[in-house]
Nanobody
Framework: QVQLVESGGGLVQAGGSLRLSCAPSGRTFSNYAMGWFRQAPGKEREFVAA????????YYADSVKGRFTISRDNAKNTVYLQMNSLKPEETAVYYC????????????????????WGQGTQVTVSS
């Protein structure tokens, strides 16, 4: 059974930083784009960032550009999301997801294109 397992969430003060990790189990996703999404209470899940299978292409939501960095280490089968200058309104459950299409370029922000999802990790930013 394929699972994506996120870690690294927690409580941080506004302006602080966190690094999320996503480690798939059951298979490798080295040939697939990976993405991060988030869902705040009472809101729809939204795109945060995505990275191509090779790491050569990255795409960010406008709201996180310049503050968040997505990266991957295919040797470790792990994807990361470095989040800096966090804001209270970014409190949400953060989800890792794997694209359903191999070698897709450019990467996509469309939720329905992501076939595998983790359970999410809570990020709470206090003011």
């Amino acid at each position: 059974q394929v699972q994506l397992v996120e870690s690294g969430g927690g409580l941080v003060q506004a302006g602080g930083s966190l690094r999320l990790s996503c480690a798939p189990s059951g298979r490798t996703f080295s040939n697939y784009a990976m993405g991060w999404f988030r869902q705040a209470p009472g809101k729809e899940r939204e795109f945060v960032a995505a990275i191509a299978w090779s790491g050569s292409s990255r795409y960010y939501a406008d709201s996180v550009k310049g503050r968040f960095t997505i990266s991957r280490d295919n040797a470790k089968n792990t994807v990361y999301l470095q989040m800096n200058s966090l804001k209270p309104e970014e409190t949400a459950v953060y989800y890792c997801a794997a694209d359903g299409t191999k070698w897709r370029l450019p990467v996509t922000a469309e939720i329905h294109e992501y076939a595998y999802w983790g359970q999410g990790t809570q990020v709470t930013v206090s003011s």
